[in-house]
């Protein structure tokens, strides 16, 4: 207790005291005024010497200052009553080839519930979260993202096609531009240029490539064809043979060039030169013959002519 008054009084000649009579009151410290964000606790209702009072913060924030405080002899603090101050998650940096902003300004930027958003220059896209909050924990809700170069996938395919591009395969940013072509004896099929766009995506699909065909061939007359292929295509060859007895004339092997056609003409299959002089004097004896027998025809009705007219006389 201490004493509320003066600690000496006199008794005067009008037989009353110099001072009114001091008494004695508790001492006690006064109630902590906590500041914004801050939960504090006491253990007694009435703050007397040895009261203690404790403090936290709210989520988000953290103590600024002793968790615990005690009212000495004298009715005062022995500590300064803390205050709470918004948690710090680490400082963000700019992407390279993007930028950073955030709600706040420079000193609270980074602090609890904090939002900062990332963006990226022309020609590059985000990898990860547009936005990023700083949490209770003092960590960010998010990875920081990053910036990459906007490319469309490399369109080199396997030969017989051939691609050129405006820039290195590695490079195809957007507006790159790549042209294809075939090897000979191929032709294209699809556009022959395309263009990537500020997606990342081709304009067109990529061409492909395919064999040029020549006419298909049969098997000659007595004879036979073996192919390669099913289909005539370019180096498609194609053997020629004959049944017994008859012979091959012309080119023994077609093969179909570049250009979609044979390399010669088909050729026939001949018959043996024996039959061949066969036929041709049996020909040659029938036709003989039947001259013969057409003068003997003609003969004879001049005959028949003479004689019924000597008879129509007589």
């Known amino acids: 207790y201490r004493l509320v008054g003066t600690s000496i009084v006199t008794c005067t000649s009008t037989a009353e005291w110099s001072e009114q009579i001091p008494h004695c009151e508790a001492i006690a410290c006064q109630s902590p005024e906590a500041g914004a964000h801050v939960i504090h606790q006491c253990s007694e209702s009435e703050l007397r010497p040895n009261s203690t009072c404790s403090f936290s913060c709210e989520q988000g924030f953290e103590l600024q200052g002793a968790k615990t405080i005690k009212c000495s002899d004298d009715g005062q603090w022995n500590e300064e009553i803390p205050a709470c101050?918004?948690?710090?998650?680490?400082?963000?940096?700019?992407?390279?080839?993007?930028?950073?902003?955030?709600?706040?300004?420079?000193?609270?930027?980074?602090?609890?519930?904090?939002?900062?958003?990332?963006?990226?220059?022309?020609?590059?896209?985000?990898?990860?979260?547009?936005?990023?909050?700083?949490?209770?924990?003092?960590?960010?809700?998010?990875?920081?993202?990053?910036?990459?170069?906007?490319?469309?996938?490399?369109?080199?395919?396997?030969?017989?096609?051939?691609?050129a591009c405006s820039r290195p395969l590695t490079e195809l940013g957007p507006d790159s531009i790549c042209s294809f072509s075939c090897e000979p004896g191929f032709e294209l099929q699809g556009a022959n240029t395309i263009q990537c766009s500020e997606h990342g995506q081709w304009s067109r699909a990529k061409p492909t490539c395919k064999a040029v065909s020549c006419l298909l061939l049969e098997a000659p007359e007595h004879g036979h064809i073996n192919c390669s292929n099913d289909e005539p295509l370019f180096n498609s060859q194609c053997f020629f043979t004959c049944d017994q007895d008859y012979s091959l004339e012309g080119h023994e092997l077609l093969i179909c060039n570049r250009h979609g056609n044979w390399t010669g003409k088909k050729p026939t299959c001949q018959a043996p030169s024996s039959r061949a002089a066969v036929v041709s004097t049996s020909v040659a004896a029938g036709g003989a013959a039947l001259a013969s027998g057409l003068s003997l025809a003609v003969w004879i009705l001049k005959r028949l002519r003479q004689k019924a007219s000597k008879f129509e006389l007589n």
Request: aromatic share 6%.
């Open 85 to 163: 101050k918004a948690v710090q998650c680490a400082a963000l940096q700019e992407p390279e080839h993007g930028s950073l902003s955030c709600e706040d300004d420079t000193e609270m930027r980074f602090s609890y519930k904090q939002v900062c958003s990332f963006s990226c220059a022309s020609g590059y896209r985000l990898v990860g979260s547009k936005k990023v909050t700083c949490t209770s924990a003092a960590v960010w809700s998010e990875k920081r993202p990053h910036c990459e170069a906007i490319l469309c996938k490399n369109p080199e395919g396997e030969p017989p096609i051939i691609t």
